[in-house]
């Protein structure tokens, strides 16, 4: 009988409840995994045949992790659905997702695990046949995975471990992304990205406090254990750290002087500050005056966050094809 509502169910899964199931919004977060082939500079023009070919192909091994990652995503997004149920049905958003509303069944979520794990197993393994060296990726990644295992099931239930370990996810795709091409992983880039994803990750847990709130319904356990005054006093702190750790990057960073050529005592990488300030504060504004900070991805929709983050882009590429 629970077989035949099951294949039901799956029937009426449509395309579109798939890709909310596996979150194909947040898999834009990946993108952090080309941090390392925009910073080293690998954009700049190459100065031979040879060295435009090894380009291409770095390239392709940072697109082929990006595609590990995006199904390591899914799989997790998955898994901690999976281990969610129950209490997502409790939340009021939360319950429409495909499992806690019963449209997908946990036969096919389990299905879907295991084809997510091979594609990101043979694409990890695509990147060490493309790059020997480059060993270190597919390490990265079962690190990656095992954080969001560890996550759904442990650490999420701990005050202030829950948001360094998402923090920490974004870091293990900034590192992800320097082994698979590989480069010299600067400690300055993955202090910065913490400091971003742990300003982020505070803001997400003050909106689902608000929105407890509000409901009523502790839907997270670790919730009850903060207070949105010292959430604020942690989101502050996080946020001059980002703006701080940032500037330092510009002005110190071995990277930074590759920006500009010909001018080793003057690091141009420090004009992209303002675009950061602008951007922290930009996220600020947006996280307490709208509902979006919950959902950190739905920033994606603001046209001067996008507009801003677009110019810094940019202005960080146009300094990267520079010649020296």
């Given at each position: ?11 009426r ?17 990946n993108?952090?995994l ?9 954009l ?7 060295d435009?070919d090894?380009?291409w192909?770095e ?17 997790a ?15 009021p ?6 499992l ?15 084809v997510?794990?091979i594609?990101?197993?043979l ?11 480059a060993?270190?990726?597919p ?12 996550y759904?099931?442990?650490?999420k239930?701990?005050?202030i471990?829950d948001v360094?370990?998402l923090a920490?996810?974004?870091v ?7 082994l ?20 982020i990750?505070?803001?997400k ?5 608000l ?12 919730l009850?254990?903060y ?5 604020d ?15 330092l ?9 590759a920006l500009s050529p010909?001018l ?9 500050i303002?675009?950061v300030v602008y951007?922290?504060?930009?996220f600020?504004?947006l996280a ?8 950190p991805?739905?920033?994606?929709r603001?046209?001067?966050?996008m507009?801003n983050?677009f110019?810094?882009?940019?202005l960080?590429a ?7």
């Amino acid at each position: 009988m629970q077989e035949s509502l099951d294949q039901a169910n799956n029937a009426r899964l449509s395309f579109r409840d798939l890709r909310r199931a596996i979150r194909t919004r947040q898999w834009a977060k990946n993108a952090l995994l080309f941090a390392g082939f925009l910073f080293a500079g690998h954009l700049r023009a190459p100065q031979s045949p040879l060295d435009h070919d090894m380009r291409w192909l770095e390239l392709a091994r940072v697109f082929l992790a990006f595609a590990c990652f995006c199904a390591l995503s899914a799989a997790a997004y998955l898994i901690n659905d999976w281990s969610d149920l129950e209490r997502d049905r409790l939340h009021p958003i939360k319950q429409h997702r495909p499992l806690a509303s019963g449209l997908m069944s946990v036969r096919f979520a389990a299905v879907l695990i295991f084809v997510f794990a091979i594609i990101a197993i043979l694409t990890a393994l695509a990147v060490v046949v493309l790059a020997p060296r480059a060993w270190g990726f597919p390490l990265a990644a079962i690190g990656y995975f095992a954080l969001t295992l560890a996550y759904s099931f442990a650490l999420k239930h701990e005050v202030i471990i829950d948001v360094l370990a998402l923090a920490s996810g974004f870091v293990i795709r900034v590192v992800a992304g320097c082994l698979a091409i590989p480069v010299e992983i600067s400690p300055w880039i993955v202090f910065c990205t913490f400091t971003l994803a742990l300003f982020i990750a505070l803001c997400k847990r003050r909106a689902e406090l608000l929105e407890m709130g509000e409901a009523g319904i502790p839907t997270r356990r670790v919730l009850p254990l903060y207070s949105v005054p010292l959430l604020d006093t942690f989101i502050a702190v996080a946020a001059g750290l980002t703006i701080t750790a940032y500037s330092l990057y510009t002005f110190n960073a071995t990277g930074s002087k590759a920006l500009s050529p010909g001018l080793e005592r003057t690091p141009l990488l420090m004009m992209t500050i303002p675009f950061v300030v602008y951007g922290v504060f930009r996220f600020l504004f947006l996280a307490h005056s709208s509902p979006v900070g919950g959902e950190p991805e739905t920033m994606l929709r603001d046209k001067p966050l996008m507009f801003n983050a677009f110019l810094w882009a940019l202005l960080v590429a146009l300094l990267t094809l520079v010649k020296k």
